[in-house]
């Protein structure tokens, strides 16, 4: 099982950047984006289940961000605009073989796969 994550980089405040997490040999039914800051725990940002009937997003991003699925790719996208200095971070993609309740997708156990996460930086 391999998560790919890319899309990260730098940009300025205000600005917008495109997150895919790839995911090959196996299937999922839920995928979600983490992230972590130095010197934070990991945190909650958004997540999807892979029929795409169930969103959920962290309150720190709710209207800026969207998640979305590539069914043709087998990719999930996090489109994230509008962006601050306080959502630099390192990004992380999850996912589970199980279809996860909204109260459950913004737990990091619920997940069994991790990809190898990517930078963004948001700064002037």
């Known amino acids: 099982v391999l998560l790919q994550a890319c899309g990260g980089g730098l940009v300025q405040p205000g600005g917008f950047l495109r997150l895919s997490c790839a995911a090959s040999?196996?299937?999922?039914?839920?995928y979600a984006w983490f992230r972590q800051a130095p010197g934070k725990e990991r945190e909650f940002v958004a997540a999807i289940r892979w029929s795409g009937s169930t969103r959920n997003y962290a309150g720190s991003v709710k209207g800026r961000f969207t998640i979305s699925r590539d069914t043709a790719k087998n990719t999930v996208i996090l489109q994230m605009n509008s962006l601050k200095p306080e959502d630099t971070a390192v990004y992380y993609c999850?996912?589970?073989?199980?279809?996860?309740?909204?109260?459950?997708?913004?737990?990091?156990?619920?997940?069994?796969?991790w990809g190898q996460g990517t930078k963004v930086t948001v700064s002037s």
């Open positions: 999850a996912a589970d073989s199980r279809a996860w309740i909204m109260s459950n997708m913004p737990e990091k156990n619920a997940y069994d796969y």
């Open positions: 040999g196996g299937t999922f039914s839920t």
